[in-house]
Structure formats: structure tokens, C-alpha cells
């Protein structure tokens, strides 16, 4: 029986103080990884997250940057390479936002750029900074977070949220042909209505969420660890013939 271990490798899972993202640092955390916990404005969520990591037995520390501004990026993976003491093998861009509903009547270039930073330009720079340090260890592992949004356009006033989800699957598609001659993989994970987090609780209704749920074959929302478990699985041996591909993640609410 395959045990599934990620002794030795450095993780690090963008916006994960909470949410989709906590649950994959701490499954990676419980499975061996050294774990980079990124935040931002919940610093203190962060170290709780970190915690827990150690708690479970397990190797982890808090890092707060901006993953939407690049010398925030390279201060992150500098001060991660000094405390864990070599590369991260394995990136998590997990960092995402709707930010707020917008009808594209009334869209602002402002919220424009916000959405499109958080969602696309930080997975694309977060890979730039992690990706020499992959190349000197002889591979890694980078997964990408992206939405159902990108398949059906998200719901009232979400289109560049789904826009932005959409276009991270086409970099996850063209940065796996870049990189595999050099043993990287890179995939992608499409959550659908995921529980628990709080991206609903800000912007999901009780009306929605009982008729989403609804939608659902399976009869329940995702929780995060649905989602962590996959990214554990890209993460580790088991994905290792894996790469350009999007893993849909909602209990049939989709399929493609």
C-alpha cells in the first residue's frame, strides 16, 4: 500500500489563512510538507493556521506579503528559502477574490484591476519567483486555484471574477507546456460551491445557497478538506503523470 509522503518538500499555499487554503496547508503539513502559510490582513488566522500544523506534528511559519505586488512576491520566497533552508517544491496559488458583484455597466477600472491582480496576476508572478528554485531541485509541483465560475461565468455581476478564473486555466494549460521538460507539472483545481469559507459567508445568500446545494447530484457543499484532498493528491506521487489538466471539484454540480 502507496504511503503518501511529502517528507523533505516546502510547501506554500498563497491566501491560506483561512478557508480552501488553510485546509490544503494543513493536509500538506499532516502528509510532511514544511508549509509556507501566506496571508495578508488576518495575520493572526495565519499563525493559528500555523498552529495547527505544528500541533498535528508537523513543520510550518506564517509569511504576510501582497501577492499582487512582485517585490512582496520575491520578499516572501526569499525570507521562506532562509527558514526552511532550500526552494519550495510545491506552490499552492491558492490567493483569490470575487472582491465585490459588479454588473460590467458599472464596473470600474479600479475593481477591474483588483479582481484580475488577485485571481490571475498573483498565480502568474507567484509561479515566476518559485519557478528557478524548481528548476535547480530537478521538478516541482505547481497547482493552480480556479472556479466553476470559469465554466458557467459566475453568478450577478461576477463576469471578470469569471474572466479571471477562466484565464488562470489557459496560463495553467501553457505554463505546463513550459515547464514540463523540466519536471514541473501544473494543474489546476476548480472548486464549485465549497462551504465553510469565507468567500460565501460575504457574498452568497441563505436563498442561494439552499438552491445551490440543490443543484448539487451528490446532495451536499464541498468542505475545504474536499478540496485539500486534491491538491494533496497533484501535490504528491500520485499526480506525478499529471499536468495541464483541471480537476473539478463540486459534487456533480458541473460536469464537463
Not at 469569471?162 to 489546476?188: C, H, M, Q, R, Y
Not at 445551490?212 to 478538506?225: F, N, T, V
Amino acid at each position: 500500500m502507496m504511503n503518501i509522503t511529502l517528507q523533505d518538500k516546502i510547501a506554500l499555499v498563497t491566501g491560506s489563512s483561512g478557508g480552501i487554503g488553510a485546509a490544503a496547508a494543513r493536509m500538506l503539513g499532516a502528509c510532511g510538507a514544511k508549509v509556507a502559510v501566506n496571508g495578508l490582513n488576518h495575520m493572526e488566522q495565519a499563525e493559528a493556521v500555523v498552529a495547527d500544523i505544528r500541533r498535528a506534528g508537523g513543520e510550518a511559519a506564517a509569511f504576510r506579503a501582497d501577492v499582487t505586488r512582485v517585490d512582496e512576491i520575491r520578499g516572501m520566497i526569499r525570507a521562506i528559502e532562509e527558514r526552511f533552508g532550500a526552494a519550495v517544491d510545491v506552490l499552492v496559488n491558492n490567493a483569490g477574490h470575487l472582491v465585490e458583484r459588479s454588473p460590467i455597466a458599472d464596473m470600474s477600472e479600479d475593481l477591474y484591476a483588483r479582481i484580475m491582480d488577485v485571481n490571475l496576476k498573483s498565480a502568474v508572478f507567484v509561479s515566476q519567483v518559485v519557478i528557478p528554485g524548481m528548476k535547480g531541485k530537478g521538478g516541482g509541483r505547481i497547482i493552480n486555484m480556479t472556479s466553476v465560475a470559469a465554466h458557467n461565468g459566475g453568478g450577478p455581476g461576477a463576469s471578470i471574477y469569471a474572466a479571471s478564473k477562466a484565464a488562470v486555466i489557459a496560463f495553467t494549460k501553457g505554463l505546463a507546456k513550459e515547464l514540463a521538460p523540466d519536471g514541473v507539472t501544473v494543474n489546476a483545481i476548480s472548486p464549485g460551491f465549497i462551504g465553510q469559507t469565507a468567500f460565501h459567508a460575504t457574498f452568497t445568500s441563505e436563498e442561494a445557497r439552499a438552491a445551490s446545494i440543490r443543484s448539487i447530484p451528490l446532495g451536499r457543499e464541498g468542505a475545504p478538506d474536499d478540496v485539500a484532498k486534491a491538491v494533496l493528491y497533484l501535490a504528491s506521487e500520485l499526480g506525478d503523470f499529471v499536468t495541464g489538466e483541471t480537476i473539478e471539484i463540486n459534487g456533480g454540480m458541473f460536469m464537463r
